[in-house]
């Protein structure tokens, strides 16, 4: 038996959990922090690579947070140079002068979007 320990809604919750029900088919293991913010939204963070995302529901947090990792991991459209970078924010409607503003007020943003 294995102790699984989570959170619901402040609680810690423990569960146990046969060894003989976990799947050993995965290949890696990845450690996936979740926020419940204080407006009821929820924050998903990849330890491994940095990478957040948030929704409305763990879920949709979870889930925005699996492709965003996807798009980080891969290596298609790559952004390479500053110039690419303002390309790329400039067809997704985003102000480069914006962005470039909001990383001059870094200390202002949480540690892992830093």
């Given at each position: 038996m294995r102790s699984?320990?989570?959170a619901e809604r402040g609680n810690v919750v423990?569960?146990?959990i046969r060894d003989s029900d976990i799947e050993t088919s995965m290949s890696t293991t990845r450690t996936i922090t979740l926020i419940e913010e204080?407006?009821?939204g929820w924050s998903a963070i990849d330890e491994e690579t940095g990478v957040a995302s948030c929704g409305d529901t763990r879920s949709e947090a979870l889930d925005m947070l699996d492709e965003a990792v996807a798009l980080h991991e891969s290596d298609e459209d790559g952004i390479e140079?500053?110039?690419?970078?303002?390309?790329?924010?400039?067809?997704l409607g985003i102000?480069?002068?914006?962005?470039?503003?909001?990383?001059?007020?870094?200390?202002?943003?949480?540690e892992f979007m830093q």
């Open positions: 699984v320990f989570g423990r569960t146990l204080d407006d009821g140079t500053p110039a690419e970078e303002r390309e790329a924010l400039r067809d102000d480069p002068d914006e962005v470039a503003d909001a990383r001059a007020e870094a200390d202002e943003l949480p």
